[in-house]
């Protein structure tokens, strides 16, 4: 009931999430959302530590290891070469002179 009729959903090969609509109004803003919070879980994952919503770090569900954070930072990382690009470019056609 907490979650709103309208959101976002990140899935695939990394882990799920989910964003209010308003906390994003673009795809580009939803991606750069997910790779902030869960670059954050990354770091405090390497601690041992998991973080809250409050925090800006979203639920993931591995467990908050060193060896899960390395997995997940490799994932991250082929999204920031492989799928950033595209949000890249779109952002710079989109630009007003």
């Known amino acids: ?6 959101i976002w959903i990140i899935v695939g090969d990394i882990p799920s999430a989910y964003l209010p609509l308003e906390d994003a109004a673009s795809p580009a803003e939803v991606f750069k959302s997910y790779l902030g919070g869960m670059s954050k879980w990354v770091a405090l ?3 041992g530590r998991s973080g809250t919503a409050d925090e800006g770090i979203p639920p993931v569900n591995l467990p908050a290891t060193p060896e899960s954070a390395e997995k997940l930072e490799q994932r991250l990382h082929s999204l920031r070469l492989i799928v950033q690009p595209f949000f890249d470019d779109a952002g710079e056609s989109n630009q007003v002179n």
């Open 1 to 6: 009931p907490a979650v709103g009729s309208w």
């Open 45 to 47: 994952a390497r601690e």
